[in-house]
């Protein structure tokens, strides 16, 4: 049973940093692309970010394209996603999925998130 769980969430002041971890299990990690997503309040889930097997490539969504980088350690079974220049348009819940922009809805599997509050 694959599980997904976040952390490294809380309160940041705009223009501060943040790194989210995700801890994952019951799969083959180094054998799977991997994403975050978010969700902002009233909105769905966005995809923001991905990282494909053997950390060849990235990709993130314009937004936070610069400001973010997402990263992986496959020894471990961990993704992370490395926050700076946060906004308060980054209030959100962050969290880790299984797959890519082009597939994550597919799979279906995210874990519960971490709650990103970006605010004076």
């Known amino acids: 049973q694959v599980q997904l769980v976040e952390s490294g969430g809380g309160l940041v002041q705009p223009g501060g940093s943040l790194r989210l971890s995700c801890a994952a299990s019951g799969l083959t990690f180094s054998n799977v692309a991997l994403s975050w997503l978010r969700q902002s309040p009233g909105k769905g889930l966005e995809w923001i970010s991905e990282?494909?097997?053997?950390?060849?490539?990235?990709y993130s969504t314009a937004s936070v394209k610069g400001r973010f980088t997402i990263s992986r350690d496959d020894a471990k079974s961990m993704l992370y996603l490395q926050m700076s220049s946060l906004k308060a348009e980054d209030t959100a819940v962050y969290h880790c999925a299984l797959g890519s922009e082009a597939t994550w809805t597919l799979v279906g599997a995210w874990g519960q998130g971490t709650q990103v509050t970006v605010s004076t």
């Open positions: 990282i494909l097997t053997g950390s060849a490539s990235t």
